[in-house]
């Protein structure tokens, strides 16, 4: 991507993006955190930088980046899956799960069953077709994963995986507070 060449080390090493830090600094203000503020750009930057690679690999195979969410989820299971469970995993409403298992469905991916433990309910599980699926997907999957963390040591992923899900747990929390507090999160 042509934003890479704009990135640039700062005073310790670090990289940085020069637009953001100074669309940030401006938004900051004197009294705010700017790192907090560039982290933040950041965080976005790559998470984007991810979907479109995951997209790129999904979609060129007709599944979009959401519904290869769930098939992957529903591959791991040796049962069928809630759509509630799988909408909480997932952090999406069960309305948007319904409609991925809906297309999963159509496509003969997914398919619905009944729940053993309540009869009123209905699982979602993965397919013969929706297992040989996945299991194509596996290996450009690898060297995606591989390309795009190349460089990074094992020590590095632990660090960036655990920091992404501190972030996580804290938006989580802010958005129970934020609820209790009864502001919109």
């Known amino acids: ?3 890479v060449d704009n990135y ?3 005073s310790d090493g670090f990289l940085y993006d020069p637009r953001a830090r100074a669309a940030m600094a401006g938004f900051a203000g004197d009294d705010g955190d700017l790192r907090a503020f560039e982290a933040s750009a950041a965080v976005r930057t790559a998470c984007h930088a991810v979907e479109r690679l995951r ?3 999904s979609e060129g195979r007709g599944v979009s ?5 769930l098939l992957i989820r529903l591959a791991g299971s040796d049962r069928g899956i809630s759509i509630g469970e799988l909408a909480r995993a997932a952090g999406v409403s069960s ?3 319904t409609g991925l298992v809906d297309t999963l469905e159509r496509d003969g991916l997914a398919r619905r069953v009944p729940d053993p433990g309540d009869r009123r309910s209905v699982l979602a599980e993965i397919t013969p077709a929706g297992r040989d699926w996945v299991e ?3 290996k450009p999957s690898q060297l995606a994963m591989k390309a795009l963390f190349q460089g ?3 020590e590095e992923l632990a660090v960036l995986r655990d920091l992404c899900l501190r972030l996580a747990a804290n938006q989580q929390r802010l958005a ?3 609820r209790q507090m009864g502001s919109p999160s």
Do not use: E, S, T
Not at 65 to 69: I, S
């Open 152 to 154: 990074f040591a094992p």
């Open 55 to 57: 997209a790129h690999g």
């Open 1 to 3: 991507m042509k934003d």
């Open 136 to 138: 194509a997907f596996r």
């Open 176 to 178: 129970a507070h934020l």
């Open 65 to 69: 980046a959401g519904a290869l969410d």
């Open 8 to 10: 640039q080390p700062d």
């Open 95 to 97: 309305r948007n799960v």
